[in-house]
């Protein structure tokens, strides 16, 4: 049964006080996931379905619940006090829900105990905390800043937790409003390219910030003054395989290590400056470094000839950059021409990736293909899953024939030999 959020609160308090348990989560988990509206909640409400003191009713208000004091009571209750295996297993399950409560956001905030919750690692509360989307953006910036809480974690932990918080959607959401910007979403990219300049060079660090990189819209990326140092460190990792030879990259024909200096450069190409006529873009077109091509690629409105030449001159590293310019993403003709140049399966993937990216920001963005040479290329790319799934349907059927075949060839066998016992018996019985 549907909740009707505008029923009467001293209505909803009656009805949800007798009602089971799990009519009252599903009931809970609807109103605190469809009530948008900023300053909302049923504070009466909650308090006396907290008072009813059930635990999949406290579950339920831990997670979805929409006032800090409620959050607050259910976190200090699950983190106190002496616990056997089954009551330390639930109070986990409420601490977590209670971090990844989406309406965090809207609180001053409770107090989790950041410190000694980040000493103990990267657990799943932590996780919890670090993926969701409310998270207080000085939680984020204190992360990637090492600071606060986090300077006190080592730095596999370290590492491994900047690399969870990729899947935060918070990186990639811009709160913009007609008061102005989102200062806070600037802040934590700051953060993130400060961490590029201070986080320990190792294979580790590298492999966790190419994948940790790829996650972010470059529409959001800060704009520093120079990348040349950044580039420059991140060119010092020696990333080998495993059979010890320099390791390959995920889109290029660059190693690993060359591949990641080229997406810093991607995701970096708007440089920060006061100075008149300086460029507002790093790199060149022939640029002896690729990693200041990319930058090239990826920052400035190339012409459709700039284009050409760029993937004639470096093809799928031009590719890979490009696809970082919304520039280029954002015009149906260039777009078009991009379209004509893809041709490695997993280029499509990530060209259809950053569409779908735009799009979450642009809702008018169509990320379908607009070339009828695009639509071709990515109908291929599922062809062949449609030729073995017709393949398989032609074995089948090849299959059901020869199994009627059989059948016949079993019931003719049969009638005949059953046909020859009757006329020997019959002969033997003349005789």
Known sequence: MAWDLKELESLTIARLMVASPEFVYEQI??????????????????????????????????????????????????????????????????????????????????????????????????????????????????????????????????????????????????????????????????????????????????????????????????????????LKRWGNVELKNYKGEEEEGWLTRLSMKEELRCLIAALYSKRSTKIKYKPSYFGSPDNPDIALRCAFYAGHTLSEKEIEAGFEKDYDVFMFAILKNPYVLLNKSKRALIEGYLRDRFMIAEYRRRCEQIRKDKPWFDPNPVSEEGRNLLEEVHQPNSKEISWLEKIGAQNDRLAARLASHERRTYWFVLALILVTFFYEYVR
């Open 29 to 230: 988990k609807f109103y605190g996931t469809n009530d948008d509206s900023y300053w909302s909640g049923k504070w009466r409400l909650e308090t006396a379905l907290l008072a009813r003191d059930d635990k999949l009713i406290n579950l339920a208000l831990a997670q979805f619940g929409t006032h800090e004091k409620i959050i607050q009571t259910i976190y200090d209750q699950a983190s106190s006090g002496a616990e056997d295996g089954n009551k330390r297993r639930y109070n986990l399950g409420l601490r977590i829900a209670c971090l990844s409560n989406r309406h965090l956001s809207r609180f001053n905030w409770p107090d989790f105990r950041l410190e000694s919750l980040m000493a103990k690692g990267l657990t799943d509360e932590a996780r919890a905390l670090l993926t969701n989307p409310a998270i207080n953006y000085s939680v984020l910036t204190a992360l990637y800043e090492k600071s606060e809480c986090f300077e006190q974690v080592d730095e596999d932990t370290w590492v491994a937790m900047i690399s969870i918080s990729s899947a935060n959607e918070r990186l990639n959401i811009d709160k913009k409003s007609e008061d102005g910007p989102d200062f806070e979403l600037m802040d934590i990219h700051n953060a993130i390219f400060n961490c590029l300049k201070t986080l320990p060079v190792t294979e580790t660090s590298a492999r966790a910030m190419r994948s940790f990189l790829d996650a972010l819209d470059p529409a959001y990326t800060t704009w520093p003054e120079e990348i040349s140092d950044v």
